[in-house]
């Protein structure tokens, strides 16, 4: 079984990718932004333990990187937190799964919550050296650049980008079109899957498993090499190269 660690999993999404693979046996750590994102919540006795921070604020996320190293090296990590506007789209969207990839050791598997709506951001790093400004749109072009740059500097990692589909959970609204059902299976496959079962075996962009034709520029070197240096820049810290080293 695998350990896996899931943002933003106390609701939607996150939450039901976290039921689906707590249910099938795998280890399953569960970030909340606070402990008051709990409550209620039925999953506790199903999954190996909790982490609690606000990813809008580079501190928390510091604090949530050391909690979730506590547990050891994850076989997968799913970045699903996201915020759909406001002036944390890009300190959540973008900076925090950035700043927990460079902050823990590299685990085996890497999925980043994109959307279809990438297709209409824009390919500019700006949001990111400035921390805010960006749209949705933009932050999810953005963090899909992010999983297909990983993929491509650490060949061994297995780094993709999910689109879930506008489906209804709190974020997406009630008049969403999607199947909700569907929304969290192409991330709990990613996580957990065969790698024989998985084509490309990195660097995909996902919808229910299948795979698509992402934005030109997230797939760019240039670009990718550009949103890398201004993570860099922003957030004081490197990623490990493609040896392990920083």
């Known amino acids: 079984m695998s350990l896996i660690l899931i943002t933003g999993a106390s609701t939607g999404l996150g939450l039901a990718t976290a039921s689906e693979l707590a249910d099938r046996g795998h280890d399953v750590v569960l970030h909340a932004r606070s402990s008051a994102r709990l409550d209620g919540l039925d999953i506790s006795d199903r999954i190996r333990g ?3 921070g606000d990813l809008a604020h580079p501190k928390e996320t510091a604090s949530v990187a050391e909690q979730a190293n506590a547990f050891g090296r994850f076989d997968a990590v ?6 759909m506007d406001g002036p944390d789209v890009i300190a959540v ?6 700043l927990l990839t460079a902050s823990m050791p590299q685990p085996g598997r890497a999925i980043f919550l994109s959307s ?10 700006g949001p990111v050296l400035a921390g805010h400004g960006g749209s949705y749109s933009d932050s999810k072009l953005l963090v899909t650049t992010l999983a297909l740059a990983l993929s491509a500097r650490h ?3 297995l780094s993709h980008a999910v689109d879930p589909g506008w489906v209804p959970t709190r974020m997406g609204g009630p008049s969403a079109t999607d199947d ?3 929304g969290h ?3 709990a496959w990613l996580a957990t899957a065969a790698e024989s079962e998985i084509d490309p075996r990195t660097g995909g962009y996902w919808h229910h498993r299948a795979v698509r ?9 240039v670009f990718q090499r550009q949103l890398l240096d201004a993570l860099h820049t922003r957030t004081g810290l490197a990623l490990p190269d493609a040896a392990g080293a920083a």
């Open 185 to 187: 299976r192409t991330q």
């Open 50 to 52: 909790v982490v609690l």
């Open 155 to 157: 060949p061994r990692l």
């Open 78 to 83: 799913v970045h699903n937190a996201g915020t």
């Open 93 to 98: 969207n973008v900076l925090a799964p950035y």
């Open 180 to 182: 909700l059902a569907e």
């Open 213 to 221: 034709r992402p934005h030109p520029s997230a797939l760019d070197p």
């Open 116 to 125: 279809s709506m990438h297709l209409s951001g824009r390919p500019d790093v």
